[in-house]
């Protein structure tokens, strides 16, 4: 029978993803990405809240070929 070659931790390298992380993610994905359709096409963005002295406040995040001046 061949030897076995044990699992080993790889430096530099990212650690895997737990169940309960891979949860929040959908979660996260399910909650806080969303379609933005407009008349030139559509995209997509997410919901977060950014820290700002104390503070957080909701935002919307998204790309500016999406969402651009004339949109607004």
């Known amino acids: 029978m061949d030897e076995i070659i044990k699992e080993k931790k790889l430096d530099n390298y990212p650690l895997?993803?737990?169940?309960?992380?891979t949860d929040?993610?959908?979660?996260?994905?399910?909650?806080?990405?969303?379609?933005?359709?407009?008349q030139n096409g559509n995209g997509t963005g997410f919901f977060c809240n950014?820290?700002?002295y104390?503070?957080?406040?909701?935002v919307l995040m998204t790309n500016y070929h999406v969402i651009d001046n004339n949109f607004i």
């Open 50 to 52: 950014i820290p700002y």
């Open 24 to 38: 929040n993610i959908l979660k996260q994905l399910k909650e806080c990405v969303c379609k933005i359709k407009t």
């Open 16 to 21: 895997p993803v737990t169940i309960e992380n």
């Open 54 to 58: 104390g503070k957080e406040f909701p």
